[in-house]
């Protein structure tokens, strides 16, 4: 079980960072002004949030504790 919660940590680290990488793109689009494509970039970080969402959820919903599993898969 620590291996799964450690990776589950990873993934939220990780979507958290890509979270916080558009917040710039979108807050502030000026200081990222030799990104040409920036409508791709969000887009590719939109995906990769989706990803690791998928993966969170996914974890989530197969080891987490039984009483955790039920809530879950009620409050989708």
């Avoid at 993934?11 to 916080?20: I, S």
């Avoid at 409508?39 to 996914?58: A, F, N, P, Q, W």
Wanted: aromatic share 6%; net charge negative.
């Amino acid at each position: 079980m620590k291996h799964i919660n450690s990776i589950l940590t990873q993934y939220v680290g990780l979507r958290d960072e890509v979270l916080a990488d558009l917040q710039v793109y979108i807050e502030n689009p000026v200081g990222i002004g030799d990104h040409g494509d920036i409508g791709d970039i969000i887009r590719s970080k939109l995906e990769d949030v989706d990803r690791y969402d998928s993966m969170i959820d996914t974890m989530k919903r197969y080891f987490s504790p039984p009483e955790q599993q039920q809530e879950e898969v009620t409050s989708d």
